[in-house]
């Protein structure tokens, strides 16, 4: 445990799993830094975006492939809790099912919208695999100005033209990983709490975590300063 924080210090930060397009050409190089990033924060516990089953092994996340190499490996090395925060299988499931039926009633127009928008998604995981690809492009990610240009006008177009069905379900998606976050952090006061989402989860999770009060939000850049402004937090 590290020394006593005024506010519960959580640590936002985001990686890429569903990387096909970038992780043949640089694997053993992105999760070496996440490896790396992961000693560098020493947290106390961690919040993963999986659900119970996948953290248990009952269920596959080929997916999110930096689990199984490198997340769940580091804090079973070093007796680190995990708080899965995705729902279940079943709910995911249900989710599923819910976002295909919304998808199957959508008149040509919105479906040619939201294909538009698809395509501007894997544009911007495109980009984001170019970072990827440098030495310390995990560590670029984490800028809260990439989110600004890239992520946030990609949600302000999904907000506009797609179906209210499929945005409902994004929302309680995202509220129970921050419900499971906040579950944590009120049991793990005095604690370093990192949570490791995929991208679009972290930009979210940011805007609801930064109204809080309670907690000290910080990406990895901040957490850095933070560290630079009370080098004895940093300690284990």
């Given at each position: 445990m590290h020394e006593n924080y005024d506010l519960t210090p959580v640590v936002l930060l985001a990686t890429i799993h569903n990387g096909d397009r970038f992780r043949s050409s640089n694997a053993k190089e992105y999760t070496e830094r996440l490896r790396m990033l992961l000693e560098e924060i020493q947290p106390d516990v961690v919040c993963s975006e999986l659900s119970p089953e996948q953290l248990r092994g009952d269920a596959?996340?080929?997916?999110?492939?930096?689990?199984?190499?490198?997340?769940?490996p580091f804090c079973s090395e070093r007796n680190i809790p995990i708080v899965p925060i995705q729902p279940d299988v079943k709910t995911g499931d249900a989710v599923e099912r819910d976002l295909a039926e919304a998808g199957s009633k959508l008149d040509p127009a919105g479906r040619a919208r939201i294909d538009s928008l698809e395509q501007l998604e894997c544009s911007i995981v495109d980009r984001l695999a170019e970072i990827l690809r440098q030495p310390t492009g995990l560590d670029m990610i984490q800028m809260r100005v990439l989110d600004l240009l890239l992520i946030e006008p990609l949600y302000q177009l999904y907000s506009e033209f797609s179906n209210q069905k499929v945005?409902?379900?994004?929302?309680?998606?995202?509220?129970h990983f921050l419900r499971s976050i906040l579950d944590?952090?009120?049991?793990?006061?005095?604690?370093?709490?990192?949570?490791?989402v995929g991208w679009a989860h972290k930009y979210w999770l940011w805007n609801h975590l930064s109204k809080r009060n309670d907690i000290r939000l910080l990406d990895l850049h901040s957490f850095r300063q933070f560290c630079g402004e009370s080098p004895s937090s940093s300690d284990s």
């Amino acid at each position: 445990m590290h020394e006593n924080y005024d506010l519960t210090p959580v640590v936002l930060l985001a990686t890429i799993h569903n990387g096909d397009r970038f992780r043949s050409s640089n694997a053993k190089e992105y999760t070496e830094r996440l490896r790396m990033l992961l000693e560098e924060i020493q947290p106390d516990v961690v919040c993963s975006e999986l659900s119970p089953e996948q953290l248990r092994g009952d269920a596959t996340c080929e997916c999110k492939p930096e689990y199984p190499e490198v997340i769940i490996p580091f804090c079973s090395e070093r007796n680190i809790p995990i708080v899965p925060i995705q729902p279940d299988v079943k709910t995911g499931d249900a989710v599923e099912r819910d976002l295909a039926e919304a998808g199957s009633k959508l008149d040509p127009a919105g479906r040619a919208r939201i294909d538009s928008l698809e395509q501007l998604e894997c544009s911007i995981v495109d980009r984001l695999a170019e970072i990827l690809r440098q030495p310390t492009g995990l560590d670029m990610i984490q800028m809260r100005v990439l989110d600004l240009l890239l992520i946030e006008p990609l949600y302000q177009l999904y907000s506009e033209f797609s179906n209210q069905k499929v945005q409902a379900l994004w929302e309680e998606w995202n509220q129970h990983f921050l419900r499971s976050i906040l579950d944590a952090v009120n049991l793990s006061r005095n604690k370093r709490i990192l949570a490791t989402v995929g991208w679009a989860h972290k930009y979210w999770l940011w805007n609801h975590l930064s109204k809080r009060n309670d907690i000290r939000l910080l990406d990895l850049h901040s957490f850095r300063q933070f560290c630079g402004e009370s080098p004895s937090s940093s300690d284990s």
